[in-house]
T-cell receptor
Framework: GENVEQHPSTLSVQEGDSAVIKCTYSDSASNYFPWYKQELGKRPQLIIDIRSNVGEKKDQRIAVTLNKTAKHFSLHITETQPEDSAVYFCAASIGTEAGNKLTFGGGTRVLVKP | ETGVTQTPRHLVMGMTNKKSLKCEQHLGHNAMYWYKQSAKKPLELMFVYNFKEQTENNSVPSRFSPECPNSSHLFLHLHTLQPEDSALYLC????????????FGPGTRLTVT
């Protein structure tokens, strides 16, 4: 089955700096890669996703890149703010009509220091 | 946020107790999921339901018993749990089984003593 590795497990950055989180996946058939943000005590929420026919996607201060050949994808947060502090999870799935089973990475705890 | 709700939010139970977790979604979705989130481990998919029918059991021990009476409600019945079952149990839903985005509930923090 699919295996997703996520690094680093913790990341501390100064406010205004950039943060980068990297994930690798094992199943080359995976075609959907979402990123979820989970603030302390709250539910995971989808913040951005990318599909395998796209190499990069950007939404304001966050962007995701995908390298299908190397089977890795990354989340980039620019101009970090204290409210970006949270745990971020990457995931990969093989989306079919029969289902979209997400396999999650271990999470990255991001701390943005004011 | 009221899209996906879960009750109770916190639960402490002994190993011999029987309890149930409840999830309700108000989004008109047809697929529902149970996940387990343990400390320092990835989110683990437990069960998937599509139009009330179970489509996936991810090798979950029988002491966890799911029930989906309709597309809006999902239960997780618990009995004779072990301390290592202590975790945050998250419910999620998606419009269809093939839909990409899943919407999570706030979770039930379970402690087994």
């Amino acid at each position: 089955g699919e295996n997703v590795e996520q690094h680093p497990s913790t990341l501390s950055v100064q406010e205004g700096d950039s943060a980068v989180i990297k994930c690798t996946y094992s199943d080359s058939a995976s075609n959907y890669f979402p990123w979820y943000k989970q603030e302390l005590g709250k539910r995971p929420q989808l913040i951005i996703d990318i599909r395998s026919n796209v190499g990069e996607k950007k939404d304001q201060r966050i962007a995701v890149t995908l390298n299908k050949t190397a089977k890795h994808f990354s989340l980039h947060i620019t101009e970090t703010q204290p409210e970006d502090s949270a745990v971020y999870f990457c995931a990969a799935s093989i989306g079919t009509e029969a289902g979209n089973k997400l396999t999650f990475g271990g999470g990255t705890r991001v701390l943005v220091k004011p | 946020e009221t899209g996906v709700t879960q009750t109770p939010r916190h639960l402490v139970m002994g190993m011999t107790n029987k309890k149930s977790l409840k999830c309700e979604q108000h989004l008109g979705h047809n697929a529902m999921y149970w996940y387990k989130q343990s400390a320092k481990k990835p989110l683990e998919l437990m069960f998937v339901y599509n139009f009330k029918e179970q489509t996936e059991n991810n090798s979950v021990p029988s002491r966890f018993s799911p029930e989906c009476p309709n597309s809006s409600h999902l239960f997780l019945h618990l009995h004779t749990l072990q301390p290592e079952d202590s975790a945050l149990y998250l419910c999620a839903s998606s419009r269809y089984l093939s839909s990409y985005e899943q919407y999570f509930g706030p979770g039930t923090r379970l402690t087994v003593t």
